[in-house]
């Protein structure tokens, strides 16, 4: 069995992007790792490049900033990195620049790969998520996060990117067939330095809406304010272990009540009947197969 990880990444400096810490903590399991570096402004590529030379492939793309619907320049540089797989990878493992995965999951993901090798129904593997949110301390709780993503996929070049890359899809639009694994992925992009934070939020929303919307929705300030929030649970795990130097070096304080959690009416009935294993509601692009 062979795997190669891929992912995309621009500007990682300026926008405080755990990548390397992303990269590294698949790396384990790849016998390869093709990285699709868009025109950065802050030694991006550098920082990539320093990584594991002998494993990772740099693709060096320009991104198109004119497409401006849906995230769709996303799902374009993942394609990029996924079409310079070469064929004699199994199984692709796919990582964006704000995810990791702890050491902790990485024996039962290469089960799971080793398992479903030869059963061709098998498109990819489902992974659950955490997401943090404000510090390394909170998760968020609320239903607007999304709970599971395919993250491995087969080395089969129908496969593609979905939408604005938060998941893929095959053929003529069909959802891909997975099976589900117990292992999650930790999404830090909402844990980032409160001045950078806001700099993404200025700017990545360029991605997905014109520049009326983003003068009318987009708070204009120095620094993201993280009190804004619905309903956020305490952390009591622990974190990656690449990820331990970057929550050291933590520099902002974020301390959430959560008395003052709020829960609409909607995400009540959703939370009953997930406890009784009938989950609605959901976006789901893939098909569980039992």
Request: charged share 30%; net charge neutral; with cysteine.
């Amino acid at each position: 069995m062979k795997v190669c990880g891929f992912t995309f990444i621009r500007n990682a400096i300026k926008y405080d992007y755990p990548v390397v810490e992303a990269i590294t903590s698949i790396l384990p399991l790849c016998d390869k790792f093709v990285v699709a570096v868009g025109d950065s402004e802050d030694g991006t590529r550098e920082l990539i490049d320093k990584i594991c030379p002998e494993k990772i492939e740099i693709v060096d793309t320009v991104w198109d900033d004119s497409l401006r619907e849906g995230g769709k320049v996303l799902a374009v540089e993942t394609n990029k990195a996924f079409r310079a797989i070469g064929e004699e990878y199994d199984w692709c493992f796919y990582i964006q620049g704000d995810e990791v995965v702890h050491e902790k999951y990485l024996p039962a993901i290469k089960s799971a790969m080793e398992q479903y090798l030869v059963d061709k129904r098998v498109d990819g593997l489902l992974f659950k998520y955490r997401h943090f949110y404000g510090s390394y301390d909170y998760v968020g709780t609320s239903y607007h996060w999304y709970r599971n993503e395919i993250r491995i996929v087969r080395n089969n070049k129908n496969i593609y990117s979905y939408r604005d890359a938060q998941g893929f899809r095959k053929d003529d639009d069909k959802k891909l067939k997975v099976k589900t694994i117990d292992a999650y992925v930790y999404h830090y992009g909402w844990v980032k330095d409160p001045f950078a934070m806001q700099r993404k939020q200025e700017d990545f929303n360029k991605l997905w809406h014109d520049e009326k919307w983003i003068e009318e929705n987009v708070q204009k300030a120095d620094k993201f304010d993280y009190s804004n929030i619905d309903s956020l649970s305490k952390f009591t795990e622990t974190h990656p272990k690449v990820m331990l130097d970057r929550i050291a070096r933590l520099n902002w304080k974020f301390d959430y009540d959560l008395s003052c959690n709020r829960t609409v009416f909607k995400d009540k009935i959703k939370a009953f009947f997930e406890m009784c294993g009938l989950p609605i509601g959901q976006y789901r692009n893939y098909k569980i197969i039992k």
